[in-house]
């Protein structure tokens, strides 16, 4: 039995996805729904929308093209809710204090800015 590149990378695709990882068109495997991943799922279907659009209308290429194009988009919305659920809430609380003479000065400002003339 002879096993071709095509085996070989359908192997480790299968396995990439098994484990949740995703592998981009440049063979590289990545954590799915990291930014590398969702990059490389946007340029597929921009490859892919292009050549759909190459294909005449009611044909059966531009039909395939259509359902991988589907699959992709659902991949692209998966690895984006991976990744907001993925981000880590941060740990530091901010408290804002009014500053009353600031907050008058920025006021004349813009007011002055408004009228085109000073207060």
């Known amino acids: ?8 990378r359908k192997m ?13 068109m440049h063979g590289e495997i990545v954590p799915f729904g ?5 990059d490389d799922l946007d340029d597929r279907i921009t490859d892919m929308a292009f050549s ?3 294909c ?9 093209y259509n359902g991988v ?4 988009r659902i ?9 907001a659920l993925g981000t880590p809430e941060p740990d530091v609380e901010v408290e804002i204090v009014p500053d009353a ?4 000065g920025l006021l004349r400002s813009v007011v002055a800015t408004m009228l085109d003339e000073e207060i």
């Open 52 to 54: 759909r659009d190459a």
């Open 12 to 24: 480790l695709t299968e396995a990439a996805e098994s484990e949740g990882l995703h592998m981009t």
């Open 1 to 8: 039995m002879m096993i071709t590149k095509l085996k070989i």
């Open 34 to 38: 990291c930014p590398d991943c969702v």
């Open 56 to 64: 005449n209308r009611g044909t059966a290429a531009r039909a395939h």
């Open 101 to 104: 003479e600031a907050d008058e």
């Open 69 to 72: 194009l589907g699959d992709l």
């Open 75 to 83: 991949k692209r919305r998966s690895a984006l809710k991976q990744s």
